[in-house]
């Protein structure tokens, strides 16, 4: 008998890919743990890297939601926060970009999508459309301990004390020296994976305790 399904959805960073060196660890890890890994291509337009991951969720069960984990890197972490806020889900971000509006401008035109030959056409009012999303739903995890936070403190693309800040209640793993990449990534899984086990423990206690009554 097929016991429920776990699923870890990656919401990748900017002009990066389901192709990502993360989402390849992250699938290897879900091979490891029996989950289901899914991870999209977000290089699209604010609006609608929001409308496919909301429509993603919603379509989900309220139980489903309960075995559903978010990891977002960089500007995955904004719309990875907004999710788990949004829908209840716990998440762990790394290096979220919390601001990304700020940042538009300076990557505005054709860019090319990292490891790939692939392009994208990012516009001025892009800023705007986040700074809209995270008026309508805070890239902010509630409660705090919903998210674990993954951080470089030597962050060259964002200055890591901005989320560090921001998100002061919420768990965190500090990489002392790292990049915004995060090169030891990989070092943290076992403790990202431990992170979302803690919550499929709690719901197989509260189902177990449903059974009791």
Known sequence: MTGPVTRLIYVHGFLSSPASGKAQLLRGLCA????????????????????????????????????????????????????????GLAAAVVNPCLNPWDLIPGQTGERQIYGTDRFVTVLPEYADDLRALAAEVPPAPDPAES???????????????????????????????????????????????????????????????????
């Open 147 to 213: 998210a674990l936070v993954l951080l470089s403190t030597e962050d060259e693309v964002l200055d890591w004390r901005l989320a560090d800040r921001a998100l002061a209640q919420c768990p965190k793993l500090i990489s002392t020296g790292d990049e915004h990449r995060m090169a030891r990534f990989e070092a943290y899984l076992p403790a990202v994976a431990g992170f979302f086990r803690g919550f499929l423990a709690e719901e197989a206690q509260g189902v177990s305790s449903d059974s009791a009554k």
């Open 32 to 87: 490891a743990e029996g989950w289901t890994f899914e991870a999209p291509d977000l290089n699209l337009a604010p609006r609608d890297v929001d409308r496919l991951l909301s429509d993603r969720i919603a379509a989900l069960t309220p139980e489903e939601r309960k075995r559903t984990f978010i990891v977002g890197s960089s500007l995955g972490g904004f719309y990875g926060l907004r999710l788990a806020r949004r829908f």
